[in-house]
T-cell receptor
Framework: AQSVSQHNHHVILSEAASLELGCNYS??????LFWYVQYPGQHLQLLLK??????LVKGIKGFEAEFIKSKFSFNLRKPSVQWSDTAEYFC?????????????FGKGTKLSVKP | EPEVTQTPSHQVTQMGQEVILRCVPI?????FYWYRQILGQKVEFLVS????????KSEIFDDQFSVERPDGSNFTLKIRSTKLEDSAMYFC?????????????FGPGTRLTVL
C-alpha cells in the first residue's frame, strides 16, 4: 500500500531562516507528488506539484521541491521563510497502481515562524 | 477564482444521528472526493465519485457512509448513524476533466463534532 511519511511534526524557525521539510513515499510505480499548505483557519491549497520532467519544481510564494526518485523523496524547500509562512504543510502522492485518483497524505508538518 | 465550498462549517450532532455534509464543487469539474482529518492525524481518503457513481472508496467508507450528487451542483456525504469516532474535519475536493494531470481543489472543510 502507498504511504507518505513526513518526519517533522513541528518546525519552529525565525524569519529569514531556510526551510526544508522532508517527505518520503512508498510506491514503486509512477507517481504524482504534491505539497499542500493549510494556513490557520483556511482550506488546503496547492503549493506545487510534480508530474514529470524537471525534478526541481517551483511553486507559489517562493517554495520549491525536488523529486529524487532513488530516495523516494519530495522535500519542500524555501530559502528564507516569512512569518506569513506559518501554516501546516502536507505532502501527498497519487499513484497509478490499484489505487488511482485519490491522494495519500502525510501527517503534516506544522511550521511556526517567529517574527 | 472558482472555489469549492462546503456547508456547514461546523456541525454538532448527537451519537446515532444522521448528518449530511454538503459540498459545491467547481462547476466544470467531473471528479469529486471526500477526505477526512481526525484531530492530530493525517488527511485520509474516503471516497471518489465520477460519472454519478463511486469510483473508489477506502476501508473507512463503510455502510454508514453514502455519497450523492442530487443535482448538477451539490455533492453530499451522508453518515447514517454517527459514532463518536466520526468526529473529524471533512474535506470535499474536486478535479477537472483531465484525469492524469489535473489537481484536486479542496474546500474549507466541515468540522463534525459527535457528542
Amino acid at each position: 500500500a502507498q504511504s507518505v511519511s513526513q518526519h517533522n511534526h513541528h518546525v519552529i524557525l525565525s524569519e529569514a531562516a531556510s526551510l526544508e521539510l522532508g517527505c518520503n513515499y512508498s510506491y514503486g510505480g509512477t507517481v504524482n507528488l504534491f505539497w499542500y499548505v493549510q494556513y490557520p483557519g483556511q482550506h488546503l491549497q496547492l503549493l506545487l506539484k510534480y508530474f514529470s520532467g524537471d525534478p526541481l519544481v517551483k511553486g507559489i510564494k517562493g517554495f520549491e521541491a525536488e523529486f529524487i526518485k532513488s530516495k523516494f523523496s519530495f522535500n519542500l524547500r524555501k530559502p528564507s521563510v516569512q512569518w506569513s509562512d506559518t501554516a501546516e504543510y502536507f505532502c501527498a502522492v497519487k499513484g497509478y497502481g490499484g489505487s488511482q485518483g485519490n491522494l495519500i497524505f502525510g501527517k503534516g508538518t506544522k511550521l511556526s515562524v517567529k517574527p | 477564482e472558482p472555489e469549492v465550498t462546503q456547508t456547514p462549517s461546523h456541525q454538532v450532532t448527537q451519537m446515532g444521528q444522521e448528518v449530511i455534509l454538503r459540498c459545491v464543487p467547481i462547476s466544470n469539474h467531473l471528479y469529486f472526493y471526500w477526505y477526512r482529518q481526525i484531530l492530530g492525524q493525517k488527511v485520509e481518503f474516503l471516497v471518489s465519485f465520477y460519472n454519478n457513481e463511486i469510483s473508489e472508496k477506502s476501508e473507512i467508507f463503510d455502510d454508514q457512509f453514502s455519497v450523492e450528487r442530487p443535482d448538477g451542483s451539490n455533492f453530499t456525504l451522508k453518515i447514517r448513524s454517527t459514532k463518536l469516532e466520526d468526529s473529524a474535519m471533512y474535506f470535499c475536493a474536486s478535479k477537472g476533466q483531465t484525469w492524469v494531470t489535473d489537481t484536486q481543489y479542496f474546500g474549507p472543510g466541515t468540522r463534525l463534532t459527535v457528542l
